[in-house]
Nanobody
Framework: QVQLVESGGGLVQAGGSLRLSCVAS????????MGWFRQAPGKEREVVAA????????DYADSVKGRFTISRDNANATMYLQMNSLKPEDTAVYYC???????????????????WGQGAQVTVSS
């Protein structure tokens, strides 16, 4: 089992920045991909970014490329999402997730992730 706890959400004006954190516990993450997802009211959950823990390979949704940065701190088992140039359409509940790496696991599919955090609200005002 992997336990995930997010923090760092809040209210920010458009153009501002926030950093989300996700602390993992329970397992070493060397064989995991970690991801950030978000879900806005009335919309489906969508991937934001993902990182393969052992080699720090990253992937991003087109909507956040150039604005968001995913990273991880191995010593503290913490993943981050630095969000810059925030837009009102970034408003959502943000979730961190962990995925056991397999030959068929896909970074963008939420159903390929095994563990989820409780979510953190991010609200961007215009």
């Amino acid at each position: 089992q992997v336990q995930l706890v997010e923090s760092g959400g809040g209210l920010v004006q458009a153009g501002g920045s926030l950093r989300l954190s996700c602390v993992a516990s329970g397992r070493t993450l060397s064989n995991y991909r970690m991801g950030w997802f978000r879900q806005a009211p009335g919309k489906e959950r969508e991937v934001v970014a993902a990182i393969i823990w052992s080699i720090s390979t990253t992937d991003y949704a087109d909507s956040v490329k150039g604005r968001f940065t995913i990273s991880r701190d191995n010593a503290n088992a913490t993943m981050y999402l630095q969000m810059n140039s925030l837009k009102p359409e970034d408003t959502a509940v943000y979730y961190c997730a962990a995925q056991t790496l397999t030959a068929w696991s896909r970074w963008m599919k939420d159903y390929d992730y095994n563990y989820w955090g409780q979510g953190a609200q991010v609200t961007v005002s215009s």
